[in-house]
């Protein structure tokens, strides 16, 4: 669903998504956690219309978003880019609007552990998720996800892909996500499960409420999260130690490869996805 149609006669170039991060690790120890976060959704066509005193395009404000910290890096047109990736994967359906869901810069800084580009068909309708993921140690992979014959992605449409990206040192790099979006008038969710070649490991959810992205609902999400993208980091480092206290399983910076019966192979040929995941060039 865009965004846009969620209220009649109401065309916001710009959504502020406000909710929660779960995540949860099933084994060897359980450990779950659930924090309070707000994302941006913008529309890639509109960008230039969003800048203003409160809100920055490339230049420094409370909230603000730089193109160099999306798709390229290189301060070129978001939209522009991710048409190109829509045309090179074949999903010429994705003919609408673009909508890129992230962490704002926060007075300057911010750190996406991973961004959502939804890509709507002219009707509306979702047809391709581009999921881009980055670590700590400053690398990143895009995922780029489509349903089978480039259809309508649903709620009950299940996005697949094999692990590429090292994440965590206490995660290999083997198995394969499993990723499902909901959207519905007025909210917004993904959830991401974790597969291993042991099978299920961690589950993801982030989703919220959607209003928007007016001065004063950005007003209202900095006085409760002023230090939103610091606290992301300082919280990844925090859960880490608390994993380790645990004594998770630690692979390290570079963990060996991936086991024989990786889970992603297995994975998906029981499960017959109804997905498709397009390479994307990482660093």
Known sequence: MNPSSDKAGADPAAWLLAGKVMHERLRPKHHRFTYPVFYVRCDLDRLASLDSGWFGIDR????????RDHGPRDGSDLATWMREQLRAAGIEEANGRIWLQAFPRV???????????????RDGQLRALLAEVRNTFGERHSYLLSANGNAPITASTRLMCRKVLHVSPFCRVEGGYTFRVTEAPGSASVSIDYHDADGLLIR???????????????????LRQ??????????????????????????????APARTGDAS???AAAAKPSAAARPISSD
């Open 60 to 67: 420094w404000r409370p909230l603000s978003l730089y193109r």
């Open 107 to 121: 007075f300057g800084y911010a750190f996406n552990p991973i961004s959502f580009w939804h890509c709507h068909d």
């Open 204 to 222: 993801t959810a982030l989703g919220g409420r959607l209003t928007p992205l007016t001065r004063a609902a950005a007003c209202a999400a900095l």
């Open 226 to 255: 002023p230090l939103l993208t610091v606290g992301v980091v300082a919280r990844i480092h925090w859960q880490a130690l608390r994993l380790a206290l645990k004594k998770a399983p630690f692979h390290g910076k570079n963990p």
């Open 265 to 267: 192979t297995h994975h």
